[in-house]
């Protein structure tokens, strides 16, 4: 009988109870019959045996989880971790005043870009030694270690900011991308008639002693699917602009990070 109290979780009940109580207003409110109740199972079913529940989730959902923890409160907003995030990156080191280089193959195609950061707290601080994770696609509009046939790691890694919270890295442009389309969340965007891109992004992760860790993406200012993302993750803080200087790309961002 103890074994079985202390497994007991007060948060996991109230938030079942919760979630119970709104699927079944949402059942009234929707009117389903049991035909399409039974579809919606087979669907949820399909979604879950083709690995496309975390798609789904993130493109559907963690938007309004992370809008509803953040909206009006200081600091820069967070945007989708995404289905495309990999554990265990590797450490990429730079000499003083060279740039952390993100790419593996030597012959990487697209535009070279430097992206430079700025990392404080919200009290106006700069953070030194942030370990900053960064991972994007490449102009196949692939990522590795997914659908890509570039090595595990390639476009990815992370680094530290320096003693004045900056960091410049060298890359390439990533480059907008459909979601998966060929399974039950592509089914769903056809009935919806919703198209499946992203715009372009980096993906960004930063941990600091005493902070939340910030999850974000940052956008060039001029994709042309800013305005209807599919996963609706587009923050105004988030954009800039990839200015072309030539040979180059330069883009750069300031992030704030909330304490913990
Ligand atoms: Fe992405």
Redesign the pocket.
């Known amino acids: 009988m103890q074994k079985e109290a202390t497994k007991k979780n007060e948060r996991v009940v109230e938030v079942f109870d919760l979630f119970v109580k709104h699927i079944q207003s949402f059942f009234d409110e929707a009117k389903l019959n049991h035909e399409e109740y039974t579809n919606f199972v087979n669907w949820a079913d399909r979604l879950g045996k083709t690995g496309e529940l975390p798609l789904f989730a993130d493109v559907f959902l963690e938007t309004h989880v992370l809008r509803s923890m953040y909206t009006e409160t200081p600091g820069t907003q967070p945007s989708?971790l995404?289905p495309?995030f990999i554990e265990g990156s590797p450490l990429i080191e730079a000499e003083a005043d060279q740039p952390f280089v993100l790419t593996q193959r030597p012959d990487e195609a697209g535009e070279i870009l430097y992206f430079k950061g700025n990392v404080s707290s919200v009290d106006g601080h700069p953070l030194s030694n942030v370990k900053v994770e960064m991972w994007?696609?490449d102009t196949d509009a692939t990522?590795s270690a997914f659908d890509s046939v570039a090595p595990r790691y390639n476009l990815r890694g992370h680094f530290y900011t320096d003693e004045n919270g900056d960091f410049v890295v060298k890359t390439i442009k990533?480059t907008p991308?459909p979601i998966p389309t060929n399974g039950p969340t592509g089914e769903f965007l056809e009935y919806a008639e919703m198209h499946p891109m992203?715009p372009a992004?980096l993906?960004l992760m930063f941990e600091a002693e005493g902070h939340e860790t910030l999850i974000t993406?940052v956008f060039p200012d001029d994709d042309e699917w800013l305005e209807n993302d599919v996963a609706d993750g587009v923050r105004l803080d988030l954009l800039t602009k990839f200015e072309d200087k030539g040979e180059y790309l330069e883009a750069s961002l300031n992030f704030v990070m909330r304490k913990k």
Do not use: E, F, V
Request: hydrophobic residues 10%; aromatic residues 24%; without cysteine.
């Open positions: 989708l995404g495309y994007h696609n990522y990533p991308y992203r992004h993906h993406q």
